[in-house]
């Protein structure tokens, strides 16, 4: 597997249906414990809600999916939130769903749509990255060269991580995996040989989707 679609970072999205108020909270997550303490996180910061439901899964293949209707009726709540997120093809994520009763009973057919609804519209509304297997290099070079190197980087050809400046200039820089090696004879020409280019491993990444 070479890439997977999640989200980044947090998005906390209001609506209002029938003077309820829903809060969905969105959050990446890599594990099921992850998962766990930020549903936890969220439980804890609207400790005096109706209901926090909630649906994740933590692997980034699509398995495990895990959903709660937190006393809501069955099927009202956690699974079409789960369905929300199968839908956009996202993985490595969780979905909470807090409510805050205000009177007006929404029947089963109504609960559904609140929650799938407010679901869509937070994941619309959240940061959408392409978790892509990476190579991350180091590039060592002469101080005459930095500028050169530093033009390269700043094109949008890499993503630049760090520069350190010691007796020579260190660039750690992220590459797509699948781009290594034309990144890598690109920068032997644009710096006539003289780089000292090292591998330091390989994981997965975020790009931004709308870039």
Known sequence: MEKYLSVRGDCVTEKTIEKSVFIT????VESEEEARAFIAEVCAKYSDATHNCYAFIPDMFGNSPRFS?????QGTAGMPI???????GLTQ????VTRYFGGIKLGAGGLVRAYSGCAAENLASAREVLYTMCTELSVTVDYSLS???????????VQLIS???LNKVI????????DREEIVAALNNKLNGKAQIEDRGEYFYPFDTKI
């Open 25 to 28: 909270s969105s959050r990446h």
């Open 147 to 157: 500028d050169a190197a530093a033009r390269y980087f700043a094109g949008g050809e």
């Open 93 to 96: 994520i969780a979905v909470v």
């Open 69 to 73: 209707d937190d006393n809501e009726p």
């Open 171 to 178: 660039y750690t820089i992220i590459v797509k995996k699948s």
């Open 163 to 165: 520069t350190e400046y």
């Open 82 to 88: 789960l369905e929300v997120i199968k839908n956009r």
